[in-house]
């Protein structure tokens, strides 16, 4: 690939720029989270307008291969983490998608030193201090799930039990009140059995079986956010993925 514009061809310049700059992305000159050049150095370099810069930029944004900081310029994203057909909701979301009225019953909102564990889902160093919120989730008033969030937020950032009693979705705290965006996560799925004092909370046996999720949630920096283990009563809940199968040569050899 080109790595000058050409400003004789039909394909417009913001357009060969982007291809560019996401090839020095690719081709790994650029690492994770470190800054691209300055627009007055990309005018310099390639000879073109401000404002085709930015239309470039804007445009990779909106792809994911950069972010930006406010008062300190344009970084690269770390790699995708989130493949596939799966779309990224909220547990609400989820429910009334299904034609359910979501609930929740708030047991305890802290700020606390979560364990290693947590810390090291989030890249975080020791000492540091999270938000755990632990809620029961309901559908149609009955429990369906526990969920135990650890969030990491900014110093003098917080959320308050009254705003989670009114929001219900934690998703939507960190959208309208922080900026933060959800944007993509990793995921696993495995089976457990429900412990005493999980079945009364969920209202099942002693032993019956749950589903465990737990998930990183990344924001849209790529930097992650929440650390959250959620059991599913597995008589009320289920997961669906869509797979699809790759293209195969016609004479695989």
Known sequence: ?????????AVPKYFQLASILRQNIEDGEWAPRSPIPSERQLEVLYNISRTTIREAINSLVQQGYL????????FVSPQKLQKGWMELTSFSEDLVKRGL?????IRSLQLMQPPQRVLQRL??????????IERVRLADGTPI????????LAPGQEITMQE?????????????????????????LEVTLATPEEAGLLQVATG?????????????ERTPVEYVKILYRG???????????QAIAENPR
């Open 235 to 245: 008589d009320r809940y289920q997961y669906f993925v869509h797979l699809k199968r």
């Open 67 to 74: 972010y930006r900081e406010h008062g300190r310029g344009t």
């Open 101 to 105: 009225v979501p609930g929740q019953i």
């Open 123 to 132: 890249e975080l160093p020791a000492g540091s201090l999270v938000h755990r």
């Open 145 to 152: 799930g526990l969920q135990t969030s650890y969030l990491s």
């Open 164 to 188: 989670m009693e009114k929001a219900g979705s934690l998703y939507r705290i960190l959208s309208e009140k922080f900026h933060i965006i959800p944007t993509e996560a990793d995921e696993t």
């Open 1 to 9: 690939m080109s790595r000058t514009i050409d400003p004789f061809t």
């Open 208 to 220: 019956a079986p749950l589903l465990l999720n737990e998930r990183v949630l990344f924001s849209q």
